[in-house]
């Protein structure tokens, strides 16, 4: 469940994501990063958890991210930039085996290497798919984050095709396993791309980060 905000904490949000938001470039390579602007904070989860969904509203920009057809395919880091003061990561979707071991493996350790030196790098938030709750899959990234020592929050998409009831009880247990790792920031968002609902305040979550 998401923290309350005041009214200036979401006016933040809001005025932080009615900047300009572009594409900067995608990174495949080490070598390929680019120098920090901003306080950056990367994005992850499950192939088709609703990364590109939510990116684009956050940002009221329809294409900015865009979904690949096929699941688990993209292998950069896609870096976007939201005015000059924010620059949101969007990693690839994990969970689908697609690549090769040999492209998995020299994935992982572009993944790494970025988590463990990225000076600027403030959050990330890790996306669980509320239909489903937290998979093993996410476990493996959240291991990776715990390992690199970065903060991350976890945050519920999807909330709109999910029974109250039901999310009531995703939301409780989502709560309690954040609360049991290492480095993950203990308060869940739970949103919809769809329906704007929690949106205002993981805005004003990540205009109070800066």
């Given amino acids: ?123 990330a938030f890790v996306l669980i798919d509320a239909r489903h709750g937290v998979l093993a899959a996410d476990e493996e990234m959240m291991d990776l984050l715990d390992e690199a020592a970065v903060t991350y929050q976890l945050v519920l998409t999807k909330i709109d095709k999910v029974k109250p009831l039901e999310l009531a009880g995703v939301e409780t247990k989502t709560e309690a396993f954040a609360k049991k790792r290492a480095a993950c920031f203990p308060v869940v968002h739970a949103t919809s791309s769809q329906s704007y609902v929690g949106l205002p305040e993981l805005r004003a979550e990540i205009a109070g980060l800066l």
């Fill in 1 to 123: 469940m998401s923290e309350r905000f005041d009214e200036d904490q979401i006016l933040a949000g809001r005025r932080l994501f009615g900047s300009p938001a572009k594409f900067r470039l995608g990174v495949a390579k080490l070598e390929q990063l680019p120098a920090v602007k901003g306080v950056e904070i990367a994005v992850a989860g499950r192939s088709n958890a609703g990364k590109s969904s939510l990116i684009n509203a956050l940002t009221g920009v329809r294409e900015l991210a865009r979904a690949s057809n096929t699941p688990g395919r993209t292998r950069e880091l896609n870096f976007f930039e939201i005015g000059d003061k924010l620059t949101l990561v969007d990693m690839p979707g994990y969970g689908y085996a697609k690549a090769s071991k040999k492209d998995v493996k020299q994935w992982q350790a572009v993944l790494r290497g970025y988590l463990r030196g990225r000076p600027g790098l403030t959050r």
